[in-house]
């Protein structure tokens, strides 16, 4: 069954950088656009980043551009959220998710991904 466990989450001070790392099985990987979301506490779960299929392209929410990397590793069937530059509103839970069918478009909704992962905690300190 198709299964998304992520990783790398961890307690940071403002300004410093995580790697989020989300393994994938299950599924043919390499055929499907990757998404990350956030849901920080009493909010909504928020897009984040989706990559294509074969790396490219990727998007990101105006609230990550210019700090935060997507990037995937077919051969390791991961994908990948490189946060430099870290603010206290970049605290949540952090899951990543994929389009329910192959070589589906890209999407920045929710709704058009499914499967997700149990999620990995980010907290940056001010």
């Known amino acids: 069954q198709v299964q998304l466990v992520e990783s790398g989450g961890g307690l940071v001070q403002a300004g410093g950088s995580l790697r989020l790392s989300c393994a994938a099985s299950?599924?043919?990987?390499?055929?499907?656009?990757m998404g990350w979301f956030r849901q920080a506490p009493g909010k909504e779960r928020e897009f984040v980043a989706a990559?294509?299929?074969?790396?490219?392209?990727?998007n990101y929410a105006d609230s990550v551009k210019g700090r935060f990397i997507i990037s995937r590793d077919n051969s390791k069937n991961t994908v990948s959220l490189q946060m430099d530059s870290l603010k206290p509103e970049d605290t949540a839970l952090y899951y990543c998710?994929?389009?329910?069918?192959?070589?589906?478009?890209?999407?920045?909704?929710?709704?058009?991904?499914?499967?997700w992962g149990q999620g990995t905690q980010v907290t940056v300190s001010s």
């Open positions: 998710a994929k389009r329910p069918n192959s070589y589906a478009p890209m999407s920045q909704s929710e709704s058009d991904f499914g499967s």
């Open positions: 299950g599924f043919s990987f390499s055929s499907y656009v």
């Open positions: 990559i294509g299929w074969k790396g490219i392209p990727t």
